[in-house]
Every structure is written in structure tokens, then in C-alpha cells.
């Protein structure tokens, strides 16, 4: 009588092994934070494809979003090994990097280009060395962000018209300091949790990219979205270290491959769909407002600098020079 063995579940979190006439498929798990019709997510279904049909079908991919928590959730299950990979927006570098958190500090960079410096070269390294070691997690892949901005119930022109008002931040203590510098009171709030809260008034704005704005439906609880544009950042996505030791060569330089094409198709998505987000916002009731932008970096700028001075001199120098 043949018996099988029961798969153990590796604290990688993804690998399962059945003992049948053959190996079952290597389970491998992705959380995405953000909603099913969601860019991001989009490239992940992208990237599951790819991952299974290049392996032969060695590997079964399993797309995880919300219904497993948040950002940090996510963060915190590929650091310990529950899942593979994770999306993370502008959170890790805060949990595991803080002096390499310099890509998407708000009210900074002119241009996606700018920000991206921060990833390349001697500042790149150093920065995954630091994921590595602080978070069991290294930087496989970015998918560039169609920039943020802040939506509220009002016309925002100036910092003045924010001086004390409830907005919602992500966990990111840099930003907190900065919109605080600024005038506003920000407040860490999941993700999931920000719908709700502008709605039953625990916040009265917020900020985030226009694709996310549309996604989460925030038209139906703001009425302005103003231009700061204020973050030119990234998605990153963060595999567990385990799991990247783990691969063989061949399907290390598969896995890594079909990232590189899935955010490279993702980025020219998001840059073709900003006017089209724009324009659904529109349709959906938003207004768009031209905010005095200068007069925002100007009240953010003491604050830049007090954090700025925390960071590596690789990225340090770098952010000063764009703020002088």
C-alpha cells in the first residue's frame, strides 16, 4: 500500500511538498496590498503567468491582496517567510532602511527620473544590504508611481489652508514629520482602513497616487483632488531571502527575469493611464485644483533637512543639493 507524507510547510512560507508517484508543484506566494483592479496587481497576475509557464509548472503561484492585511502585514510575512514576495509602497525603507528612505521623501524630486538615482549605484547596494540584514528581505524589482497627491473635502492653494486638519499618512515617520512641519495633523492609517475613516470624519484628507484614489474609490468620500504631486516614488518588490538562497540558478534567473518584464510592462501602463485616471475622477465628481507647490516645499524644507541629515552621505548630499 502506497502512503503519502503529509507536506511540511517551510518558514519561507510557499514551498509544499507532496511525497505522490511525483513532486507536487512548489507553492509560492505573492501579497499585493492594493485592490484586484489595481495596477500593481495587475502586474503581479502578470508576473504569477510568467512564473508558472516559464517553470514548467514547477512553481503554483498564489496572488494574496487586503484580505490578508495591509502593507506592513505584507512586509512583516515575507520578512519572517510567509510569503515570497510582497509589494511594498513606501514603507520599507522606513521598517528596515531608514538611512537609504530618501527615494520618496515627499516634496523632494521634480521627476521620477530624480528619484530614481537613489536606487542605482553605490546607494543601491548599500540599500539591500540593509534590507537584507534588517528585514530578511532584498529588492528584486520597482514599479515606477504615478506621483501623489492630496485629496480633501476643500480646495487646498497653500499650506496655510491645511494648517490643522486630519489627513491620513502611511506608517512612515519621515512623512509624518514633514506634513506636521507643514501645518497639517496626520495620522497613520492602514490602507484598508482610509475609506471608512474619511467617511465617518476620523480624517479629512488624504494622499495618495490618482490610480490608487480611483481603485479605492475615494471619489465617493472627497471632492478635490489638488496637485502637489509631491512624491515621485515607487512600488518595490521585496523577496523573502530564504526563498531567494533557496532557488536554483535556473529558476533564480526565471523568477527574476519575469520581474524585470512584468514591472517593465507594468510602468508603461501606469504612465499611459495618469490622464485616464485624471479624467475618471473627473467624471466621477472630483475637481482638480493647482496648488501653490512651491510654497508647500518651502514650508516642508526645515523638516527635509532634519531628516536629511539621518541618511547615508550617499544619499544625503544627493538630497540636499535638490532642495538648494
Known amino acids: ?122 546607494s543601491g547596494e548599500l540599500l539591500n544590504e540593509q534590507l537584507i540584514a534588517n528585514g530578511n528581505i532584498r529588492l528584486v524589482g520597482l514599479s515606477a508611481r504615478n506621483p501623489r497627491n492630496l485629496t480633501s473635502k476643500f480646495p487646498v492653494h497653500t499650506p496655510e489652508d491645511i494648517e490643522g486638519v486630519r489627513m491620513r499618512v502611511p506608517e512612515i515617520a519621515p512623512w509624518i514629520k514633514i506634513w506636521e512641519q507643514i501645518g497639517a495633523l496626520p495620522s497613520p492609517i492602514a490602507w484598508p482602513e482610509v475609506y471608512t475613516s474619511l467617511q465617518t470624519g476620523v480624517i479629512e484628507m488624504q494622499e495618495n497616487p490618482v490610480d490608487l484614489i480611483h481603485a479605492g474609490k475615494l471619489y465617493e468620500v472627497q471632492d478635490y483632488i489638488n496637485r502637489t504631486e509631491h512624491v515621485y516614488s515607487f512600488f518595490h518588490w521585496l523577496m523573502n531571502e530564504d526563498f531567494y538562497q533557496g532557488l536554483s540558478e535556473e529558476n533564480r534567473e526565471i523568477i527574476l527575469g519575469a520581474i524585470e518584464e512584468a514591472t517593465s510592462w507594468g510602468d508603461e501602463m501606469v504612465a499611459n493611464g495618469q490622464d485616464e485616471m485624471y479624467a475618471k475622477l473627473k467624471e466621477e465628481g472630483m475637481e482638480v485644483v493647482e496648488p501653490d507647490v512651491a510654497a508647500f516645499r518651502s514650508a516642508a524644507e526645515p523638516a527635509i533637512r532634519e531628516i536629511a541629515a539621518g541618511y547615508d552621505p550617499s544619499v544625503r548630499d544627493y538630497v540636499l543639493s535638490l532642495i538648494e
Open 1 to 122: 500500500m502506497k502512503t503519502t507524507k503529509a507536506s511540511g510547510i517551510v518558514l519561507a512560507g510557499l514551498v509544499t511538498l507532496g511525497t505522490a508517484m511525483n513532486a507536487s508543484a512548489e507553492e509560492m506566494a505573492i501579497a499585493i496590498h492594493v485592490e484586484p483592479s489595481h495596477a500593481m496587481f495587475k502586474v503581479g497576475e502578470r508576473l504569477k503567468q510568467s512564473i508558472e509557464e516559464q517553470t514548467d509548472g514547477e512553481y503554483s503561484v498564489t496572488l494574496l491582496g487586503t484580505e490578508v492585511g495591509g502593507e506592513r502585514d505584507h512586509l512583516e510575512g515575507a520578512s519572517y517567510g510567509e510569503y515570497a514576495i510582497a509589494l511594498g509602497g513606501s514603507m520599507p525603507m522606513s521598517l528596515y532602511a531608514e538611512k537609504f528612505a530618501a527615494a520618496d521623501l515627499p516634496f523632494v524630486y521634480g521627476s521620477s527620473d530624480e528619484a530614481r538615482e537613489v536606487y542605482r549605484g553605490e
